[in-house]
C-alpha cells in the first residue's frame, strides 16, 4: 500500500517536473528545443534550458526540502504549527541578506554564489548556533526551550532588520523586499549545485532519523524504552533542518506555508508513519512549489510574480479552512 502510495506522489512529481517547463511567458515548441541540443542555438532554446528548467528544478528541490523538514518538525515539537521558517533559522538568514544590501562593500561573488546568498547561508548559520546554545541545559535540551530560542534569536532577528530598514538607502529597500518576498528566478544550474553541499546532508538527516521519530510522536519515554537516543535525534533533527532550511532561503528568500501545509495533507492522505511521511512530503512539496511557481511566472504575463505571494495567497485560506474542519471535528 505505502508503495502505490509512493508512486502516485512521483508520478504526480515527474509530471510537474516534465510539464512546467513548458509553460511560461512566450510559447517554445519542441523542435526548438531539440535542435538547440543539437548546436542550433536559437533563443528559444537558451530561454527552456537555461532559464525555465533550472528554475523548476530548483522549485522541485526546494519545496521538497521545506516540506520535509516541517514535517520532521511538527513531530520532533509536538506543534502542528511549527514550520522551518518558526525558529529563527530564516530570521538570521534574512538579516544577513539585508546586511549584505545596505553596506555595498560586502558585495562579492564566490562561485557561483554572490555575498547575499553567502551571509544568508552565515546568518542561518549564526542563528543555529545560538538557538543550540540557548536550548542547552545539564538535563539535555528542552523542546520548549529550544522553541523558545528561536522566537527570541527571530524577534531579535527582525529588529536588526527594522535599524537596518532605518538607516538603508531607498534602493537597498527594493532590493530587499524583492528578495523576502521569494523568487526562482535563476540563470544557469551553478547556484543550483551550490546549495546541494548544505541541502544533502541535511535532508539525509531528516530521513535517516524518520523511523526515530514515529518513536518520539508516540512517546519520549516510549522512545527511550524502545533504545532511541532522545537527545542525539532531537539534535540531528534540529541541525539537519537547520541546514537545508539555510540552503533554501539562501537562494530563493523564504517562502511561506510550504512547510506547514503539505505535511498536513500528506498524514491526511498517507497517514502518520514518518517513513511515509517524509518522502511523500518532499514530492509532493516540490511539486506543489512548482505548480505555484507556473501560475507566478503566467497569471500577469509578461510580468512575474514573486512565487511567496502565491504561496501566501494559496496557502493562508487552505490552512484556514484546515483550522476550522478540525474544530468542527
Known amino acids: 500500500m505505502k508503495a502505490k502510495a509512493l508512486t502516485g506522489y512521483a508520478l504526480l512529481f515527474l509530471m510537474v517536473a516534465l510539464v512546467s517547463p513548458w509553460i511560461g511567458p512566450g510559447s517554445i515548441s519542441p523542435g526548438e528545443v531539440a535542435s538547440y541540443l543539437q548546436g542550433d542555438r536559437q533563443p528559444a532554446g537558451d530561454i527552456f534550458w537555461h532559464q525555465r528548467v533550472p528554475r523548476v528544478l530548483l522549485a522541485l528541490l526546494a519545496g521538497g526540502a521545506l516540506a520535509v523538514v516541517g514535517a520532521s518538525f511538527q513531530v520532533l515539537f509536538r506543534n502542528p504549527l511549527v514550520e522551518p521558517f518558526t525558529l529563527g533559522i530564516s530570521g538570521g538568514a534574512a538579516l544577513g ?123 519520549e519515554d516510549l522512545a527511550l524504552a524502545q533504545g532511541v537516543d532522545v537527545q542525539l535525534v532531537r539534535r540531528n533533527v534540529f541541525v539537519g533542518g537547520g541546514l537545508a532550511t539555510a540552503a533554501v532561503v539562501s537562494l530563493v528568500g523564504p517562502i511561506g506555508f510550504v512547510g506547514l501545509i503539505v505535511p498536513h495533507a500528506v498524514r491526511r492522505l498517507s497517514g502518520v508513519d514518518l517513513r511515509m511521511v517524509l518522502p511523500a512530503a518532499f514530492l509532493l512539496g516540490g511539486a506543489a512549489l512548482a505548480v505555484c511557481d507556473t501560475v507566478a511566472r503566467t497569471v500577469l504575463s509578461p510580468t512575474e510574480l514573486p512565487v511567496g505571494i502565491i504561496t501566501a495567497l494559496i496557502g493562508g485560506p487552505l490552512f484556514i479552512h484546515l483550522l476550522i474542519s478540525q474544530r468542527w471535528r
Open 97 to 219: 541578506a539585508f546586511l549584505t544590501i545596505s553596506f555595498p562593500a560586502l558585495w562579492a561573488v564566490w562561485g557561483p554564489f554572490g555575498s547575499l546568498q553567502i551571509f544568508a547561508v552565515l546568518g542561518a548559520a549564526a542563528a543555529l548556533f545560538l538557538i543550540q546554545r540557548l536550548a542547552r541545559s545539564p538535563r539535555g535540551m528542552s523542546v520548549y526551550t529550544l522553541l523558545l530560542a528561536g522566537v527570541t534569536i527571530s524577534i531579535i532577528c527582525a529588529g536588526g532588520i527594522l535599524l537596518l530598514t532605518y538607516l538603508a538607502e531607498p534602493n537597498s529597500l527594493v532590493v530587499f523586499q524583492r528578495w523576502m518576498m521569494g523568487g526562482l528566478d535563476i540563470l544557469g544550474y551553478g547556484q543550483l549545485l551550490g546549495i546541494l553541499p548544505l541541502l544533502l546532508p541535511g535532508l539525509g538527516l531528516l530521513l535517516y532519523h524518520a523511523r526515530d521519530l514515529n518513536h518520539i510522536a508516540l512517546s
